[in-house]
Each structure stands twice: as structure tokens, then as C-alpha cells.
């Protein structure tokens, strides 16, 4: 299976999602977040950068536990023009 070329859109969701998850790392190093988190050290970096724009849910709910970051805050900045409101 080929992949579609990401859009500029998912790009930018991308390094907003790194952005968010590296300031939310904190102190913490790279790879104690990714051990906890079960990812390697390298997919932590290229979300970190924006280098792997859409990685798996799985992943971003792993990062969002171990960061204690609510899956909702990170759906607001991947997909801001859904305007999600929070439910409950």
C-alpha cells in the first residue's frame, strides 16, 4: 500500500503535536518518556520535530498517559477547525 502525500494541514498538526508533547516532556529526558511510554527514543524525536506528522493513536495515547496530557487537549491541536468541544 502506498501512502498519500500528507497535506500542508497534517504537517502543521504535526508540529503542533510535537511542539505540545516536547513542552509537556518538561525536563524529563527523551528516552525515559519514550520507555514509558513504549516507543523508541526515535519516534519520540520525529514527533517531537514534526518529522512523523500522524503517528498512530496508540502512540499518542501512550505519550498522553505518560505525560498526564487529556487526549482531548491533543485532538484540539491536531484538528483546531473541529472547534471539539469537551463532553461530560
Known amino acids: 500500500m502506498v501512502r498519500s502525500p500528507l497535506t500542508p494541514q497534517q504537517r502543521a498538526a504535526g508540529k503542533r503535536l510535537g511542539a505540545y508533547l516536547r513542552q509537556a516532556r518538561g525536563d524529563r529526558k527523551p528516552a525515559e518518556v519514550a520507555h514509558a511510554a513504549s516507543i523508541s527514543p526515535e519516534t519520540l524525536r520525529k514527533i517531537e520535530t514534526g518529522r512523523l506528522a500522524t503517528p498512530a493513536f496508540t502512540t499518542v495515547a501512550a505519550l498522553a498517559a505518560v505525560l ?15 472547534n471539539l468541544q469537551q463532553t461530560g
Do not use: M, N, S
Open 68 to 82: 498526564a496530557v487529556p487526549l482531548e487537549d491533543l485532538a484540539q491541536i491536531c484538528l483546531p477547525e473541529l
